[in-house]
């Protein structure tokens, strides 16, 4: 430690009594000694757990652990991805259980509702950063109310967005790409045998979790990007041109390094038919549009910058050619897709 000299007052702080708020109790015990863990997979109330080491990185031959919360996390989620300290057995031993004690501050969430009639905030996974919405181009036919739906909650996260368009054998993907260019958003297409470099390229490094709706070929990308995986890939059905609900939890599964050598983590999610914002507000929204934000401060109060609203600022925005009005456009759309009915 630095020492004082006689003109510093470095140690005033010392001796000075330290006020305490809230007194130390037995039931709030110290676990930051405790083994850390990084949440794979659930399953009934059983969460599979990989030991990280003290840095918090997890080695390629972690031990996996089976484990349960601990009663003292109460109603507390525990969800993929959560980095959480574990006590009890942590040998990972064939019919051993460790305990859940605590869950490490998530750097993001990414939620949804279920429906928008059910307020109730679903968490989905903790601390990735890269939001991978898988589209088809046909066959189930795309749908962009519910690509916008999924990129609203990717923004509302803090996750940067990508869109990955498969099936690129059944039909162009001209028109979807041109409609998301002004959003910035990365577009990689993909078909069966499709040389999947560049999208390896954009997972290197990063935690991504790969949303989309059942059917539209994510394990199969998945599987492409993970050799030796071999997650179950389901049919679409030939009536409703629906895929089948083959995956039921989320996973994160391991990237193996590319020729830079780095890996990165690949969350996959069960298919989802509807994707609710009832908890997301336009204000969230623009936190994704930094380009937009500025001239939001010129709206009348309570604007919520949509196609209908009255003198936003966003109007004289692009009238003036401060910004593109399919930026402007964007955005709106992005608004009008919280409020949407689901499907
Ligand atoms: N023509 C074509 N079919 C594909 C492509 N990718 C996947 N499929 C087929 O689409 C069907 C669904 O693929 P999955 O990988 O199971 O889809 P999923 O999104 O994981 O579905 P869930 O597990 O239900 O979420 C399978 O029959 C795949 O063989 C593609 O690029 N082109
Ligand atoms: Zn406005």
Redesign the pocket.
Known sequence: MRRGGIHTDDHAGFDRPRRRTRPRTKDRPDYSGADLGLVITVDRGRYRCLLLDSDGAADPDAIQVTAMKARTLGRRSVIVGDRVRLVGDVSGDEGTLARIVEVTERSTVLRRTADDDDPYERPIVANADQLVI?T?LA?PPPRTGMIDRILVAGYDAGLEPMLCL?????ASPDELEAAYAPLGVPVVV???EADLTRLHGLLEGRISVFV?H????????VNALIPGLE??????NEVTGR?????TSAIALRLPPGPDGRGGWVIDT??VRSFGLSHITPADVIKAFPDLVEFTADCPRGCEHGADAVDCALDEAWRSGEVPRARVDSFRRMVSARALPYD
């Open positions: 898988v088809a066959d498969t099936k690129a054998d059944l993909t078909e069966p989309g059942s059917g539209v070929g994510k394990s199969t990308l997650r179950a890939v389901g049919h679409v895929g089948r609900h083959t995956s069960p298919g």
